[in-house]
């Protein structure tokens, strides 16, 4: 149980494109999901928390307009990366929370998503 | 605001030979405790948390670890390495009352050598 995906897992766009990511959560429900940013060799570093039915909050100098994040069900969060260019290249994760059973409060982690701009 | 360090960036051992990765946390009050490891590419796999109670946790796939309180450590330890364990290591604290959000440390990557 527990388990979280994302779709797409690689995706590679032109400068100047939209790019959206989406985190399932497979067999539980999450009011709370987190997208995380992972440069190569470098640390998961907090992007936002996604909230179902509210605005997401994002962390400090994270642009709220470039990576625009849809929680619309408990089930579902996606990350849209506006007008993509190549420094937005990297690897983005999402994880969400569960409220359920022994899983309280734990973070279910996706496989990731690899995005390249061209 | 928390932190997390993992002193060591890199490290290396014999295949069969014992393990220990560090992590430290700041933080005023006992946070939740996690260790992950993630392979080339791919996300987190939890390998095993504390949350309260016996401060000897065990994990998946053999590893274990210890919260010290008194050193805000949760060091990762392996008796045996296997050449499988090669992978990043990530250990994160989270808090309770921000919904339990993830802070990581910057990450130990484990070579295996034969």
């Known amino acids: 149980g527990a388990v979280v995906s994302q779709h797409p897992s690689w995706v590679i766009c032109k400068s100047g494109t939209s790019v959206k990511i989406e985190c399932r959560s497979l067999?539980?429900?999450?009011?709370?999901m987190f997208w995380y940013r992972q440069f190569p060799k470098q640390s998961l570093m907090l992007m936002a928390t996604?909230?179902?039915?509210?605005?997401?909050?994002?962390e400090q100098g994270v642009e709220k307009d470039k990576f625009l994040i849809n929680h619309a069900s408990l089930t579902l969060s996606t990350l849209t990366v506006t007008s993509a260019h190549p420094e937005d290249s990297s690897f983005y994760i999402c994880?969400?929370?569960?409220?359920?059973?022994?899983?309280?409060?734990?973070?279910?982690f996706g496989p990731g998503t690899r995005l390249t701009v061209l | 605001a928390q932190s997390v360090t993992q002193p060591d960036i890199h490290i290396t051992v014999s295949e069969g030979a014992s393990l220990e990765l560090r992590c430290n946390y700041s933080?005023?009050?006992?946070?939740?405790l996690f260790w992950y490891v993630q392979s080339p590419g791919q996300g987190l796999q939890l390998l095993l948390k504390?949350?309260?109670?016996?401060?000897l946790v065990q994990g998946i796939k053999g590893f274990e670890a210890e919260f010290k309180r008194s050193q805000s450590s949760f060091n990762l330890r392996k008796p045996s390495v296997h050449w499988s364990d090669a992978a990043e290591y990530f250990c994160?604290?989270?808090?309770?009352?921000?919904?339990?959000?993830?802070?990581f440390g910057g990450g130990t990557r484990l070579m295996v050598k034969p």
């Open positions: 996604s909230n179902e039915g509210s605005k997401a909050t994002y």
């Open positions: 067999d539980f429900q999450a009011t709370t």
């Open positions: 994880s969400a929370r569960s409220l359920a059973g022994a899983n309280y409060n734990e973070q279910f």
């Open positions: 504390y949350f309260s109670g016996d401060t």
């Open positions: 994160a604290v989270g808090f309770l009352d921000a919904g339990n959000m993830l802070t």
């Open positions: 933080y005023g009050a006992t946070p939740y």
